[in-house]
């Protein structure tokens, strides 16, 4: 296989091992791609405070693509750029239609610099997502935020694939809703934003098309960028959709999965 010119990689469940650090044989190997002249993108729900707090992973990045596609972060400089906020009108629809769909649900802003919430529980089995905002019961979650990057939502004691049941009727433009799988969370994102759309404008605006791009995912959140690469790689564990995006399988993340074939591609085995 020819070498690629961009290593795309979701993060949690992905590159990163279970204790959401970077694996020694994940980290070698992107460091290695990048003297070889390969440019590395990490593309994650993640907010781009949630990238910059894992120290070893600003040697080995380029760029980070935030927030499920809405945020495009600059790993050299801490510089983070909003490109697809949430219309706000939408924003409070969506808010209305979601309550209706999921009884007890809880909510977050994020704003891509932090999250604004009502409620304590949308901190827990999150990590590095402060500062949070903490809002009483009556207050404008939807207003509060001066541009909103994603809605947070949780239900307590659910699934993500019965929330996004539960609410996959909602056809509302300029609006995308996501899941984790299991974890009990759905994201909402501008119907621009997605992990492939802003992977491939950042590409384009370097010369790079997708046949010189290898991806690696393990989530639904990862379908657009799998099917954009012209080479993907679902993760050994991973989603049965993020299967049926990817090209091609790889290891579990707790085995390098990346690395494997970062390491096979480059010659570096």
Request: with cysteine; proline share 7%; hydrophobic share 45%.
């Amino acid at each position: 296989m020819p070498a690629p010119k961009v290593i795309a990689t979701d993060l949690d469940g992905t590159l990163l091992g279970r204790d959401g650090r970077l694996p020694p044989r994940n980290q070698k190997a992107l460091q290695a791609a990048r003297e070889l002249g390969v440019l590395t993108v990490a593309v994650t729900a993640r907010a781009p405070r949630a990238v910059y707090r894992i120290p070893e992973l600003a040697p080995v990045l380029d760029a980070a693509v935030c927030c499920n596609g809405a945020v495009l972060y600059d790993t050299a400089t801490r510089t983070a750029e909003l490109r697809h906020p949430v219309p706000l009108a939408a924003a409070r629809e969506l808010h209305t239609r979601l309550l209706d769909a999921l009884p007890g649900a809880l909510f977050a802003v994020e704003t891509g610099e932090r999250q604004l919430t009502q409620s304590a529980f949308l901190q827990e089995g999150v990590h590095l997502n402060d500062p949070w905002v903490f809002l009483e019961p009556a207050d404008d979650l939807i207003g509060a935020a001066d541009a909103i990057a994603e809605i947070v939502v949780r239900v307590p004691g659910s699934t993500g694939e019965a929330m996004y049941e539960a609410t996959r009727h909602i056809d509302l433009p300029g609006v995308s809703l996501w899941h984790w799988g299991s974890f009990p969370e759905i994201e909402c994102t501008a119907a621009g934003a997605t992990k492939g759309s802003a992977l491939a404008a950042w590409c384009a605006e370097r010369g790079i098309g997708a046949d010189e791009v290898i991806a690696f995912g393990d989530m639904p959140n990862d379908v657009s960028m799998l099917a954009w690469a012209g080479r993907s790689y679902a993760m050994a564990d991973a989603h049965p959709d993020a299967v049926a995006a990817a090209t091609d399988r790889t290891g579990p993340a707790a085995d390098g999965g990346v690395a494997q074939i970062v390491e096979a591609v480059l010659g570096l085995a």
